[in-house]
């Protein structure tokens, strides 16, 4: 997690190098170990280091080739060095001494703009190229690593963060209100915007070049949405699975220091934790570090059972967040002041607990379980799939088992794939049509609800064009899945996960912590994609190649648990017990301050649902709402 930043200027115009160093000293929370500028006439190449890996021990940047023709600042772990050391004629240096980053400079000038399609890893950085003149930037293949850019006049720059483009005194703070119009709608379509109307992000699996003819974007990799994994026996996939996860793990806990792993006692941070802990006693390494946040007071999210059974199953060191006591509207002060966009997620205040504990601990690399969910996939939509073939006794075998696990009726299960796939089809549209004007007429008329409303002031909407907007960004969307596969596909490529994962690296930066994620290794990925999809639900339990893979690795009660418990009783508990008071102060500021963006009879019924102390979904918008006032109010942004 180190910092990187350039600045471009088209007509040769030197950096300030006052503006340069205010850059630097404000990056280096991002990367504390070293700093750097490299600078000529209309290029600017800068970096904040944080040393992670071994070969970051040996690293300076930005850095060149031998014969100085290129220079490269980059953020950057690769996964799959041993292949480009050979490729890329490194073998007779010691592999310690080769640095990401000479390897992504060698690659550019071996590959040139194809050198991102060779890389395996997280990965964000910036080359210039003194004989074209050119500036080449690229960002990982799922976004792991942050890229902003702003292109004004003859200027153009980038860094890992919104908050340090903001130090550039030529950059305006001017809101962009679709954006905004996608936060309070929870519209994921467009990977590019911010919610600075100047600063655009790069999206993953994407590149960029600079130069006086303009900004060039190019996508570089896109998931085969038709891949197969094709062994000969379930036992044979299972294997080849276990194997890849554990290269995915073993290739992340490649650090210079010590790693830990976030433990939340679910299947994705156990199966990780569990890995990674039997790797590091193979390399007799120190036991690795977990986190876990618990709810003792809150039984019902409360995961400390599942918790302590993954922890006693191996040697670990374990650290635990009294997470009943914190407060999920209170930010720590070193995040408030570099939260350059809102937060969404409700469970952000464990996150910010847990790397605070990391810190204290020493670990500077912390491996995080997020959405191993998307990435093998539930495989619940292979039941919709044999309903629409009418493979009505395959089907009833695997609801049979589904309710079983889940504690469902099996015919009301059943009845429901019938219903939906079997019989409803062949109802005529006409009559289809008429059931849903009513009951669409019906709802109208429920003004109590607030979710008959729209949650955007009408007059906004016109103003800004959202309908047109995101009608346009629809449009280029693949149609409603019919198979697993293309479910599965359609979860990987939604903008939700770029945005989540980009999230959490701004909630881990002001802690020094780099965050790595095992499920999303493209290898891991691109098999999991191509399974049948029976390996993914069977015998009643989703995911059930990776259930089946930690055989005598996890404990059975972690492995083969049906379900996860519910957050959201946990954060109702901590935001009404330590929270209150500042939510209420902060929805009255919010509904001023929103009355421009948000339908006023809409936040009046969730305000009146809020204060008489039910409607858990009217609590999350108006807790949604007050953050959005208060970040708003912070920045001093304008539309």
Avoid at 370 to 376: A, R, V
Wanted: with cysteine; net charge positive; proline share 6%.
């Amino acid at each position: 997690m180190s910092a990187i930043f350039g600045i471009h200027t088209i007509d040769g115009h030197p950096s300030d190098p006052a503006e340069l160093q205010r850059l630097l000293g404000y990056l280096a929370r991002r990367g504390p170990d070293a700093a750097g500028v490299w600078a000529e006439p209309g290029i600017a190449l800068g970096n904040c280091l944080l040393r992670t890996t071994p070969e970051s021990l040996h690293e300076k940047m930005p850095a060149t080739n031998t014969d100085r023709s290129c220079y490269i600042t980059a953020d950057a772990r690769l996964d799959n060095r041993d292949e480009l050391i050979r490729d890329l004629g490194f073998q007779e240096i010691p592999p310690n001494n080769i640095p990401d980053s000479t390897l992504i400079l060698a690659a550019y000038q071996k590959w040139g703009d194809y050198c991102p399609t060779h890389l395996l890893g997280d990965f964000a950085f910036a080359i210039w190229d003194c004989e074209t003149r050119t500036l080449f930037c690229a960002r990982d293949h799922f976004g792991i690593k942050p890229f902003y850019y702003v292109k004004s006049g003859p200027r153009f720059a980038f860094c890992s963060c919104i908050d340090g483009l903001l130090k550039l005194d030529w950059i305006p703070r001017r809101l962009n209100e679709l954006r905004l119009a996608n936060h309070l709608t929870t519209f994921f379509g467009d990977t590019a915007a911010t919610f600075y109307a100047d600063i655009v992000r790069l999206p993953p699996a994407h590149s960029l070049r600079v130069n006086e003819h303009g900004v060039r974007l190019a996508k570089y990799w896109t998931l085969n949405p038709a891949c197969e994994t094709r062994f000969n026996s379930d036992q044979e996939y299972v294997e080849a699975f276990r194997a890849l996860f554990q290269e995915a793990v073993r290739t992340r806990l490649r650090t210079a220091g010590r790693a830990g792993s976030m433990l939340s006692g679910g299947l994705d941070s156990s199966s990780i934790t569990a890995m990674a802990g039997r790797l590091q006693c193979e390399q007799g390494r120190r036991p690795l570090a977990t986190f876990s946040a618990v709810f003792d007071e809150v039984p019902r999210s409360n995961e400390r059972r599942f918790v302590t059974a993954a922890v006693e199953s191996g040697g670990f060191e374990a650290s635990y967040l009294a997470a009943d006591q914190c407060n999920p509207f209170l930010a720590p002060p070193e995040v408030a002041e570099t939260q350059a966009e809102v937060h969404v997620a409700t469970n952000m205040f464990l996150n910010w607990g847990l790397y605070s504990l990391a810190r204290k601990r020493g670990v500077q690399v912390v491996l995080d379980g997020f959405d191993g969910d998307t990435t093998i996939s539930h495989g619940v939509t292979y039941l919709l799939e044999l309903a629409r073939a009418n493979e009505w006794l395959e089907l009833s075998r695997l609801v049979k088992g589904a309710a079983r696990t889940s504690g469902c009726s099996t015919p009301g299960l059943l009845w429901a794939y019938v219903w939906h796939q079997g019989l409803l089809p062949k109802i005529p549209s006409q009559s289809l049509r008429l059931g849903r004007g009513v009951a669409r007429r019906w709802r109208s008329t429920c003004r109590g609800n607030p979710a008959c409303d729209c949650v955007l002031d009408r007059e906004f909407v016109k103003r800004v064009g959202f309908r047109e907007y995101r009608d346009s960004l629809r449009a280029t969307a693949p149609p409603p899945a019919k198979t697993e596969k293309e479910a599965h596909y359609q979860t990987l490529a939604w903008g939700v996960m770029p945005a989540t994962l980009e999230m959490l690296d701004q909630a881990a930066a002001p802690f020094g912590i780099e965050l790595r994620f095992p499920f999303w290794d493209r290898r891991l990925i691109e098999f999991c994609l191509g399974l049948p999809p029976r390996l993914k639900i069977h015998g009643g339990y989703t995911r059930w190649i990776l259930r089946k893979a930690m055989d005598g690795i996890l404990p059975r009660e972690v492995q083969w648990r049906p379900d996860k418990s519910n957050l959201g009783h946990a954060f109702n508990h901590c935001l009404f017990k330590h929270g209150y008071s500042a939510l209420t102060d902060a929805i009255t500021a919010a509904q001023r301050r929103l009355r421009p963006y948000v339908c006023a009879h809409h936040f009046d019924a969730s305000r009146r649902c809020f204060m008489a102390g039910r409607g858990e979904r009217q609590t999350l918008f108006l807790w949604q709402m007050a953050n959005l006032s208060r970040w708003l109010e912070r920045t001093g942004i304008q539309a």
